[in-house]
């Protein structure tokens, strides 16, 4: 639990983070946007899939016309740089361990419009949900049916996410954590979106699943952008 002391400093924390969000840092001139990528503790390898978010972007601006940097940044989920990105980005094939401060943070963070997309790169799973669990007790992932419109604009996934990578052999699934009607939090499992965003040579994938894996990621930016 959190002493009396930690609570203020972090409140104190909390407030100079919303005045950021409030007034978000302006990424370089030409865009609009910065992806951000979760730097957490654990151990787990949060810096895997280093091309993922720059060939995301690239993608979105060249075939939807965003404005988003190429150049990811490291936010630490202690820290009140969360509140300068719409969107969060966490990775890895291990562990994973938050604070009560840094759950608490993150939850923050969700609550005040934030999105996180959590893609398990094979490991994470039984992390993932453990610690989720301390950001929101009292939410479940949910399973997103395949008409939801993360799956359905602007690229058309009628059976949900795309198979990317073999991992265990299971169907791909994506699962939300939904707060106050908000998804706050899409979890992409057995799929790997992540890897498939990486340069072509990295997993040596298929361009059509590539592809795929790019369009799923355009949807969900775009789903974050408009909600």
């Not at 810096?47 to 075939?63: I, P």
């Not at 997309?117 to 399973?143: A, W």
Request: proline letters at 5%; hydrophobic letters at 35%; glycine letters at 10%.
């Amino acid at each position: 639990m959190l002493s009396s002391v930690n609570r203020i400093m972090l409140g104190l924390a909390f407030t100079a983070a919303m005045l950021l969000l409030g007034a978000m840092k302006h990424p370089p001139a030409g865009y609009s946007v910065k992806l951000g990528r979760l730097k957490y503790n654990g151990g787990g390898d949060w810096y895997s899939s280093k091309t993922a978010l720059s060939n995301l972007a690239k993608f979105c601006n060249t075939r939807l016309g965003m404005r988003i940097d190429p150049a990811e940044s490291i936010v630490d989920v202690s820290g009140p740089d969360l509140y300068n990105h719409p969107y969060i980005f966490m990775t890895g094939h291990g562990n994973v361990i938050f604070s009560d401060a840094e759950a608490l943070n993150l939850r923050k963070y969700l609550e005040s419009g934030g999105f996180l997309h959590i893609c398990d790169n094979y490991g994470m799973d039984k992390f993932v949900r453990s610690q989720m669990k301390k950001v929101f007790p009292e939410l479940d992932f949910r399973e997103l049916p395949h008409n939801h419109p993360i799956y359905n604009s602007p690229f058309i996934f009628t059976q949900g996410l795309p198979k990317i990578h073999q991992h265990d052999g299971k169907s791909p699934q994506g699962f939300g954590l939904i707060y106050k009607g908000r998804l706050v939090c899409f979890y992409d499992y057995e799929c790997d979106l992540g890897n498939g965003w990486e340069d072509a040579e990295v997993h040596n994938d298929p361009e059509t699943v590539r592809l795929k894996a790019l369009q799923m990621g355009a949807n969900i930016l775009q789903y974050v952008f408009k909600n």
